[in-house]
């Protein structure tokens, strides 16, 4: 390949996390749909149908009722789909056979008899007639390979390489971690491209392309804000807030801010956000959410754009000291 995916991993994980604010910072409710008994007009159908023109239920009490409807035939939830046809829940309309799997929810929501998303193979570098050949859609040199950046420039068109979806953005730091976020692709170094769902292993090595939200034309300062950057970055008229680590010359620190960060790091950390593990301590840090699914890829972009416009005001930090540990005596 042209670039070693292991490489780029590191590149983008560089200890540089200090370039925002440490600790900067829904799935739809279920609303089931019950019908007891229909008494008529436009109620949904449900378990006793009285008769004349109402929905018939299962046993119709007269003799100008409907006839009795098996439950296997049912669509409380109006969902389009009843039992005989997979709805596994058939008072909750977030749940049948067409629904979106989330991982780790503790709900079959596609009714596939797991809570896991369907991950399936689209190419491998075998020889499979039913396999979407990646090679020819992604191999732009003519190679013979997908490189990194062949496989950013197809993410960035689709987040699925077979399936439909908006544009998306390439993961590569955190796929140590060993899920990815929502729908997209994950190519793994062993040269199989897998689409998924919404989560979906990927190994250290891999790299995965995750679909950013749907673009609603924000400027850049609406991005700022709907981004989540007013959070922390937020300062006087044109100034960008920039949390300077203990230790560094605020001045320093903040001379040359900008060019220090390219435009994909600057696409990776507001899509993804700044995690990861201070190597010393072995303490896990969080520094800024990620906006992948608040912010479309264009809308990304447009917001790195109006970022290079402020002028980074720099403001010192201490971090706090390790917490003693707790005397269980009494």
């Not at 993961?171 to 919404?198: D, F, I, K, P």
Request: glycine share 14%; with cysteine.
């Amino acid at each position: 390949m042209t670039q070693s995916p292991g490489s780029t991993l590191l590149a983008l994980a560089l200890a540089s996390f200090a370039a925002f604010a440490p600790a900067c910072g829904g799935d739809d409710s279920v609303n089931p749909i019950s019908g007891t008994g229909g008494a008529g007009g436009e109620e949904p159908a449900g378990t006793g149908g009285s008769g004349g023109d109402s929905p018939a239920g299962t046993g119709g009490s007269d003799a100008g009722g409907g006839e009795p409807v098996d439950d296997e035939d049912s669509d409380h939830d109006r969902d389009g789909f009843t039992p005989r046809e997979g709805d596994c829940d058939d008072f909750n309309n977030t749940v049948h056979p067409d629904a979106e799997e989330r991982n780790l929810d503790n709900v079959d929501s596609n009714c596939d008899e797991s809570d896991a998303p369907v991950t399936t193979l689209v190419w491998s570098a075998g020889p499979d007639d039913d396999l979407v050949d990646a090679i020819d859609v992604m191999d732009e040199d003519g190679d013979g390979q997908i490189s990194l950046e062949e496989f950013a420039a197809a993410c960035a068109e689709s987040a699925m390489l077979s399936g439909t979806a908006r544009p998306g953005l390439v993961q590569v730091h955190a796929s140590c971690a060993g899920t990815n976020s929502c729908r997209g692709m994950v190519y793994q170094t062993w040269n199989e491209l897998y689409e998924h769902a919404c989560r979906a292993m990927n190994s250290c090595k891999g790299w995965s392309c995750v679909e950013t939200a749907e673009d609603q034309d924000r400027d850049g300062p609406a991005a700022f804000g709907d981004g989540g950057c007013t959070h922390c970055h937020s300062g006087p008229a044109g100034t960008f807030g920039v949390k300077v680590p203990p230790g560094e010359d605020v001045e320093a620190f903040v001379a040359g801010f900008w060019e220090r960060r390219s435009d994909t790091y600057l696409q990776s950390i507001i899509a993804f956000g700044i995690d990861g593990v201070v190597a010393a301590e072995g303490i896990a840090y969080s520094n800024m959410p990620g906006a992948y699914h608040l912010l479309s890829r264009a809308e990304i972009d447009t917001l790195i754009a109006y970022l290079r416009t402020l002028t980074p005001e720099g403001h010192p930090f201490e971090q706090l000291p390790t917490a003693e540990p707790i005397d269980p005596s009494p």
